[in-house]
């Protein structure tokens, strides 16, 4: 992963609000909602999340600024010790934090390593550190705690808008055939990830590691997703248009009833305040419904002569304004 501050364009001196503001500015702008004929928009949305993870948190970025983790929020490599010295012995410690170390011949053992042979010599090399010797001369054992291994699961996983807007508990299987239940927290947008610390992988000598879950969110037969906000395309008859009345509108929560006037043109779009989704602490979006005008399938003799009555009567051009 690039630079967080880099991918959010701010400068390492950055304050924290100004952090925020450039965070919240670039995921309104390449929000998958607002892209959706960006394929990519969904991995850019993604990086500034675990960008804004790192240095959006007060902790995780001075870990990140004293170099103790990397861009992904993962340790990184601490080289190895060889003594009570923080770092290794400063007197072996070669270029770069390596250890050097002087191998002399001699002694009784095979090949002049000494009694224990090169098997001691490794087991005295990592001894306190990076490596141990079994009791009574076993087999050298190399523990490589000082090396960052990557061992966080990327799963992910489709939610329902119901389960977006509400909030579900989903079970989800890992690559390794583990199933684990996770909870969907509500108001999750497509493209946020969830963190499961320590559900990842395992290897001996590190700690295990972490699994992030991508949510996408599935299309939705009647809603669209702008923002915080829904929309629909609301199908009402020709006598509806004409003389109004009350329809019923399905929302996310319990259906409501939107007073229809009477003339009313399809296209005209009403607003349902508050029927959107709801994220975080902020008040919940709005339901723009959108009316569309369907006449009855197959030819209706009675309905074509009143249209030809009327139109003699009342002959009119919506199009008069094209020229």
Do not use: C
């Amino acid at each position: 992963m690039r630079d967080p501050y880099d991918v959010l364009g701010v400068p390492r001196g950055a304050s924290a609000a100004a952090i925020k503001s450039a965070y919240r500015k670039l995921a309104k702008k390449h929000h998958p909602d607002n892209n959706k004929n960006d394929a990519k928009a969904a991995a850019r949305f993604a990086e500034l999340n675990s960008a804004n993870e790192i240095i959006g948190d007060e902790d995780r970025r001075k870990q990140f600024d004293r170099g103790e983790i990397d861009a992904e929020g993962k340790p990184r490599f601490r080289g190895f010790s060889g003594s009570g010295f923080p770092g290794g012995d400063p007197r072996t410690r070669g270029a770069g934090g390596f250890q050097s170390r002087t191998f002399r011949t001699g002694g009784a053992g095979p090949g002049g390593f000494g009694g224990g042979g090169f098997e001691d010599i490794l087991n005295s090399m990592f001894s306190g550190g990076a490596g141990r010797g079994r009791p009574g001369g076993g087999a050298f054992e190399f523990d490589p705690g000082g090396i960052a291994l990557d061992l966080d699961i990327n799963v992910a996983m489709s939610v329902s808008l119901e389960e977006a807007a509400r909030g579900a508990e989903k079970r989800v299987r890992l690559p390794t055939g583990k199933e684990l239940n996770v909870k969907v927290p509500t108001g999750v947008v497509a493209g946020q990830q969830i963190r499961l610390v320590g559900q990842g992988d395992t290897a001996p000598g590190h700690p295990p590691g972490d699994l992030l879950i991508t949510i996408s969110i599935a299309p939705h037969p009647f809603f669209k997703v702008d923002g915080s906000d829904l929309r629909a395309d609301l199908p009402v008859t020709l006598y509806e248009a004409v003389l109004g009345g009350k329809i019923r509108v399905p929302t996310l929560g319990n259906a409501v009833e939107l007073a229809i006037p009477k003339n009313t043109s399809s296209g005209r779009i009403f607003r349902l305040k508050g029927k959107g989704l709801a994220k975080g602490a902020a008040a919940p979006g709005d339901l723009f419904v959108t009316i569309r005008i369907v006449l009855p399938n197959g030819n209706d003799a009675e309905l074509e002569a009143l249209m030809q009555k009327w139109r003699d009567g009342n002959s009119y051009n919506p199009r008069s304004d094209l020229g």
